[in-house]
């Protein structure tokens, strides 16, 4: 657990209060000092890319909008975008009380990326399908890219250490060992609470 995901800002609980169904427009009404960030996907790797506020994961790019659009208090506010195989986007805004951002966002290959000539097949069934999943720390993308018909991850044979996140929700950590060319599928439903409070439900069991 970091120090920065034990201590969320003021401004970022108004960010997750946004990610609730309906309630970013209701915030947006009675608080006309918030300033909003809208994002503009610039190519298809942009789409499904993880987007960070400030160090704190707020969901993937292409869902970033509607009842889950971004509203910040008036600041300076550091936005990082990530994808597996692919450079970071670094942008830091600075939002005036009630300014609307728009920020286009083109993910750009990154050159240092190898692939190995073994893989093996890690397909995905997790709730909620727009949780962010992370493969030995590096961010692969949302489950919903990784299940279904014919959908799913390649990965080097070996063990690989798989956590997936939502705002919201607690956080699954597994470990899984793959075999050249195996397909194994993952299964898992999220619980809803916060990150901190599952932590300290592991506390006191080992107590």
């Known amino acids: 657990m970091t120090h920065l995901r034990r201590n969320v800002s003021r401004f970022f609980l108004i960010v997750l209060l946004c990610l609730l169904p309906g309630a970013g427009s209701k915030l947006h009404a009675g608080n006309r000092v918030l300033g909003q960030i809208r994002f503009v996907a610039a190519n298809k ?124 929700y607690r956080r699954f950590v597994t470990t899984v060992d793959l075999l050249p060319h195996q397909k194994m599928v993952l299964k898992t439903k999220l619980l809803k609470g916060s990150i901190e409070r599952a932590d300290a439900l592991i506390r006191q069991k080992r107590k």
Do not use: C
């Open 45 to 168: 790797a942009a789409k499904s890319s993880g987007v960070w506020i400030d160090g704190q994961y707020v969901g993937y790019l292409n869902e970033l909008k509607g009842s889950r659009k971004i509203l910040l208090l008036p600041g300076k506010h550091q936005i990082v975008v990530k994808q597996d195989g692919y450079l970071n986007f670094r942008r830091s805004v600075t939002l005036e009380p009630g300014q609307d951002v728009a920020i286009g966002v083109a993910m750009v290959k990154d050159p240092r990326s190898r692939y190995p000539a073994v893989w093996s097949h890690l397909k995905l069934s997790v709730e909620p399908g727009r949780a962010a999943v992370f493969v030995d720390g590096r961010f692969a993308g949302h489950a919903g890219e990784f299940s279904g018909l014919g959908r799913g991850m390649l990965l080097a044979p070996g063990r690989h250490r798989i956590e997936i996140e939502q705002p919201g």
